[in-house]
């Protein structure tokens, strides 16, 4: 799920309006458009419910111990990405 409302009024660069458009609610900073990187692969993703969905470990510490929404393993990656050891 996007951050705010498809069809609202575009009032940043075009740079920043596409990260908007990535991010979905739970990821703990903006989508970095283009990035060959993915949640799933991510330090801080802690799968927690079948089909690929998980949580966003970075959030819930940014947010003081706040769980934020399942993001998909598939979602483009946030600035805050680590490589996970597998």
């Not at 959030?59 to 946030?78: E, W």
Request: net charge positive; proline share 5%.
């Amino acid at each position: 799920m996007p951050i705010g409302p498809e069809h609202r009024t575009r009032a940043y660069s075009d740079t920043f309006e596409n990260a908007l458009i990535r991010t979905n609610a739970g990821m703990a900073s903006f989508a970095v458009p283009g990035s060959p990187h993915r949640c799933g692969r991510c330090l801080y993703w802690l799968e927690e419910a079948q089909g690929g969905k998980g949580r966003c470990a970075a959030y819930t510490r940014l947010m003081r111990g706040r769980k934020g929404a399942l993001v998909a393993a598939s979602q483009t990656a946030c600035k805050m990405f680590e490589a996970a050891r597998r």
